[in-house]
């Protein structure tokens, strides 16, 4: 979605305004709301893609005015709306919710989106020449306006990763290769980048095509 | 920063009409708005002042947030959906005991012990895990060495992926548009922001982590640093060291 979160490559926001001795949060709604959203995301079975979906839908004025936890509310809020769970009733049909004895290990083993057990053959190898296709899609994407149509070099091959543009559309996980993808940083930005600095970019193998195809 | 009326209007009024009858996030925040008054005084009171963080909080906080937040702990909590000890742990968790301490760690091992530096440069999520450090945004490391040729700095320009194990929740900064849209495109120049200029046969390496590999930088060792034992080197090493944003 070619929406506001999309901001690589923009200017206009002004400088980088940094706290002295920043606390972790700056309320204590804050903390709660963080605290929510991974428990609750946790019960409901709710992915990132999901999350990041819903706060890609705010729109863009709402975006730059909220605060970060402001739009994770955002988020969730509409997320629990969306499976009925702000009405009456108790909850059914979701994953108990997660004890505090459990938290640590849960969230200590993590939520990884990597298949390793999925075997797909991979398209591309390490050194190939691709380019990133043109694509706009209505929902969530992880492929950057900044990085379309542009040509890049196949830098790593990270294995079997479910693919968030399709998890966040709720069809799946249709299992493919994410690829570390260097570009020069004069294919991005022209000709007065420095020659030598390059950008690295985690691409879903959708995202990809062979450079020699580019155009057709 | 305006107070913004549309947030609560739109959103809201839409989602607190779905149902009525008690049970509801709209009767939930109806029930807790005078109890709740005496708090946010108090919330407020804590903020700073100046920065981007502290206004943000504070402009969400008139707009409601501590209640709505509250409203929807309490309905979630009655549901079965969450458990409120729960909440209360993962809050420590990632308020106290995860933070850039855990990355400081492991850039201080990597410069005492060759032997670890190449594995963690080699495969970071296992060798980061030997020092007891994994899980939620870390499940897939990389870890990017700087040198005296080439310096990396990792951003995310869609969202706000960092690594959590070792470096813990990121600042505020890190998350908002000045950061996120310039890091990509003019990296020398926020790097001057930061006090941080590089001569220009530096070579600069930009990590957009906006997908599902999470970064850290393994910062130079700082000369002079010699004599020191590991757990002196760990206290050099800072979070913005780690983010590239800063020498060590």
Same mark, same amino acid.
């Given at each position: 979605?070619?929406?506001?979160?999309?901001?690589?490559?923009?200017?206009?926001?002004?400088?980088?305004?940094?706290?002295?001795?920043?606390?972790?949060?700056?309320?204590?709604?804050?903390?709660?709301?963080?605290?929510?959203?991974?428990?609750?995301? #946790?019960?409901?079975?709710?992915? *990132?893609?999901?999350?990041?979906?819903?706060?890609?839908?705010?729109?863009?004025?709402?975006?730059?005015?909220?605060?970060?936890?402001?739009?994770?509310?955002?988020?969730?809020?509409?997320?629990?709306?969306?499976?009925?769970?702000?009405?009456?009733?108790?909850?059914?049909?979701?994953?108990?919710?997660?004890?505090?004895?459990?938290?640590?290990?849960?969230?200590?083993?993590?939520?990884?989106?990597?298949?390793?057990?999925?075997?797909? &053959?991979?398209?591309?190898?390490?050194? *190939?020449?691709?380019?990133?296709?043109?694509?706009?899609?209505?929902?969530?994407?992880?492929?950057?306006? #900044?990085?379309?149509?542009?040509?890049?070099?196949? &830098?790593? *091959?990270?294995?079997?990763?479910?693919?968030?543009?399709?998890?966040?559309?709720?069809?799946?996980?249709?299992?493919?290769?994410? #690829?570390?993808?260097?570009?020069?940083?004069?294919?991005?930005?022209?000709?007065?980048?420095?020659?030598?600095?390059?950008?690295?970019?985690?691409?879903?193998?959708?995202?990809?095509?062979?450079?020699?195809?580019?155009?057709? | 920063?305006?107070?913004?009326?549309?947030?609560?209007?739109?959103?809201?009024?839409?989602?607190?009409?779905?149902?009525?009858?008690?049970?509801?996030?709209?009767?939930?925040?109806?029930? $807790?708005?005078?109890?709740? %008054?005496?708090?946010?005084?108090?919330?407020?009171?804590?903020?700073?002042?100046?920065?981007?963080?502290?206004?943000?909080?504070?402009?969400?906080?008139?707009?409601?947030?501590?209640?709505?937040?509250?409203?929807?702990?309490?309905?979630?909590?009655?549901?079965?959906?969450?458990?409120?000890?729960?909440? /209360?742990?993962?809050?420590?968790?990632?308020?106290?005991?995860?933070?850039?301490? %855990?990355?400081?760690?492991?850039?201080?091992?990597?410069?005492?012990?060759?032997?670890?530096?190449?594995?963690?440069?080699? /495969?970071?999520?296992?060798?980061?895990?030997?020092?007891?450090?994994?899980?939620?945004?870390?499940?897939?490391?990389?870890?990017?060495?700087?040198?005296?040729?080439?310096?990396?700095?990792?951003?995310?320009?869609?969202?706000?992926?960092?690594?959590?194990?070792?470096?813990?929740?990121?600042?505020?900064?890190?998350?908002?548009?000045?950061?996120?849209?310039?890091?990509?495109?003019?990296?020398?120049?926020?790097?001057?922001?930061?006090?941080?200029?590089?001569?220009?046969?530096?070579? $600069?390496?930009?990590?957009?982590?906006?997908?599902? $590999?999470?970064?850290?930088?393994?910062?130079?060792?700082?000369?002079?640093?010699?004599?020191? /034992?590991?757990?002196?080197?760990?206290?050099?090493?800072?979070?913005?060291?780690? $983010?590239?944003?800063?020498?060590?």
């Amino acid at each position: 979605m070619n929406s506001i979160h999309d901001l690589g490559g923009m200017e206009g926001f002004g400088p980088i305004l940094r706290e002295a001795d920043e606390p972790v949060f700056h309320a204590g709604w804050e903390r709660r709301m963080f605290a929510l959203a991974a428990a609750a995301a #946790y019960a409901v079975g709710f992915g *990132d893609d999901h999350i990041r979906r819903e706060i890609e839908r705010v729109p863009a004025l709402d975006y730059l005015e909220s605060s970060y936890y402001e739009l994770w509310y955002r988020g969730i809020a509409s997320l629990l709306e969306e499976r009925g769970l702000l009405g009456p009733g108790r909850a059914q049909g979701l994953t108990p919710a997660v004890a505090a004895a459990d938290v640590e290990r849960v969230w200590g083993g993590g939520f990884s989106t990597r298949l390793p057990e999925v075997r797909v &053959q991979p398209r591309f190898e390490t050194g *190939d020449r691709v380019r990133a296709r043109n694509l706009h899609p209505h929902g969530h994407t992880r492929l950057p306006r #900044y990085a379309r149509g542009k040509r890049g070099l196949v &830098q790593a *091959d990270h294995g079997v990763f479910s693919f968030a543009d399709s998890m966040a559309r709720g069809d799946g996980p249709e299992p493919q290769h994410v #690829y570390t993808v260097m570009f020069a940083a004069r294919e991005l930005w022209g000709a007065d980048a420095p020659a030598a600095d390059k950008l690295y970019l985690d691409l879903w193998e959708a995202y990809l095509e062979p450079a020699a195809e580019a155009g057709r | 920063m305006a107070c913004s009326g549309r947030f609560l209007d739109s959103f809201e009024s839409r989602m607190f009409d779905l149902a009525d009858g008690s049970g509801t996030l709209s009767t939930k925040l109806a029930g $807790i708005v005078g109890e709740s %008054n005496r708090e946010i005084g108090m919330a407020s009171g804590s903020q700073g002042s100046g920065h981007g963080g502290a206004d943000h909080a504070h402009d969400a906080e008139e707009r409601g947030m501590a209640l709505k937040v509250k409203a929807l702990e309490q309905l979630l909590v009655e549901k079965g959906v969450v458990d409120r000890a729960a909440l /209360d742990r993962l809050v420590d968790l990632y308020e106290r005991q995860v933070g850039p301490r %855990n990355g400081a760690r492991v850039v201080a091992r990597a410069w005492t012990d060759p032997a670890y530096r190449m594995r963690l440069l080699a /495969d970071a999520t296992p060798a980061i895990a030997e020092l007891g450090y994994g899980g939620s945004q870390g499940e897939n490391m990389v870890v990017v060495e700087n040198t005296a040729a080439v310096h990396n700095l990792v951003v995310c320009t869609l969202c706000s992926c960092y690594p959590w194990p070792v470096l813990g929740l990121p600042p505020v900064w890190y998350k908002s548009p000045p950061y996120r849209s310039r890091a990509v495109k003019d990296p020398r120049g926020v790097l001057a922001e930061f006090g941080m200029t590089l001569p220009t046969e530096t070579e $600069i390496r930009v990590w957009d982590s906006s997908a599902e $590999i999470r970064y850290l930088v393994l910062p130079r060792r700082p000369a002079g640093s010699e004599g020191l /034992d590991e757990a002196a080197l760990a206290a050099l090493v800072t979070r913005d060291g780690m $983010i590239g944003v800063a020498p060590v």
